[in-house]
């Protein structure tokens, strides 16, 4: 299967469930070229951007893995080729 160049949008509300959503970020490290983290305080609210490179199997797993945390919201953004 080919491999894409991607990004993943996730909003995390649930800050009970930042270890589990690092645990899974952490077994698909090997996908992940950059990550970036930003909190708004205000609106106790948590956005991470992922740019990752994997197949779209690769992409719906990890994004399946995300959605299914209570909390955490997971978009995905694929480039044409």
Request: proline share 0%; no cysteine; net charge positive.
């Amino acid at each position: 299967m080919e491999k894409r160049i991607g990004a993943i949008l996730i909003l995390v509300r649930n800050k009970e469930f930042v270890q589990q959503l690092n645990d899974i970020l952490s077994k698909h490290a090997s996908v992940i070229i950059g990550r970036q983290g930003i909190q708004i305080r205000e609106k106790g609210l948590s956005i991470i951007s992922l740019v990752i490179e994997g197949t779209a199997d690769e992409f719906s797993t990890l994004t399946g893995q995300l959605g299914r945390l209570k909390g955490v919201t997971a978009r995905t953004l694929l480039a044409k080729e």
